[in-house]
């Protein structure tokens, strides 16, 4: 069974502060592994796929990173504006998405 | 704004309801999924259409039931609402071409809450 362990549950930094969130995943043939941001109430949003091992990917102030155990969405000099969950999900040959549970990420100016 | 609709936004209802929950996906997307959003279970896959068809299923209950029509927006059925179905429900699209993978975008969801 596909399944997706995010750690820490929980991050809180300061403004400027860089720091990485990780997601641990087992999976039947990875078809891609996707990171989204979400806000309180609202529907996630998509951030990155990737698709292979050593394959990066930046947006802004966020770069996610693939290797074949896991993934890391590092954030740089993070602002306030990034306080959010973020998720992380797999898909493999079943062709669903499995979710972690998130990380709640604060950050505080 | 992922192009992704979902209505109501908010649904409350007594125990023993029935409610359906409405999505229209983005344009030119064939592929619609649902999903069940609890703060103990986290983000659960239900069930996905393609192009009308089902073509995967998760953990949804026999209680539970959805439908994709002809103009590709999709509804989810829920009978015999229990305490336990209150949750935030979204719905997500995506392109899917066959043996490719694309990335799912998710409405704003639809709150129920069952009293």
């Known amino acids: 069974e596909d399944q997706v362990t995010q750690s820490p549950e929980a991050l809180r930094l300061q403004e400027g502060e860089s720091s990485s969130l990780n997601c641990s995943y087992t999976?039947?043939?990875?078809?891609?592994l996707f990171w989204y941001r979400q806000d309180p109430g609202k529907g996630p949003e998509f951030l990155f796929t990737?698709?292979?091992a050593g394959e990066e990917k930046e947006k802004e102030r966020l770069k996610a990173t693939l290797t074949k155990k896991e993934s890391f969405l590092h954030i740089t000099a993070p602002k306030p504006e990034d306080s959010a969950t973020y998720l992380c999900a797999v898909q493999g040959y079943g062709n669903k998405l499995v979710f972690g549970a998130g990380t709640i990420l604060r950050v505080k100016s | 704004d992922s192009g992704v609709t979902q209505t109501p936004k908010h649904l409350i209802t007594a125990t023993g309801q029935r409610v359906t929950l409405r999505c229209s996906p983005r344009s030119g997307d064939l592929s619609v999924y649902w999903y069940q959003q609890s703060l103990d279970q986290g983000l659960q896959f239900l069930i996905q259409y393609y192009n009308g068809e089902e073509r995967a299923k998760g953990n949804i209950l026999e209680r539970f039931s959805a439908q994709q029509f002809p103009d590709l927006h999709s509804e989810l059925n829920l009978s015999s609402l229990e305490l336990g179905d209150s949750a935030l429900y979204f719905c997500?699209?995506?392109?899917?071409?066959?043996?490719?993978?694309?990335?799912?975008?998710f409405g704003p969801g639809t709150r129920l809450t069952v009293t």
């Open positions: 990737l698709y292979s």
């Open positions: 997500a699209s995506s392109v899917e071409r066959q043996k490719l993978t694309y990335e799912q975008y």
């Open positions: 999976v039947s043939g990875l078809r891609g």
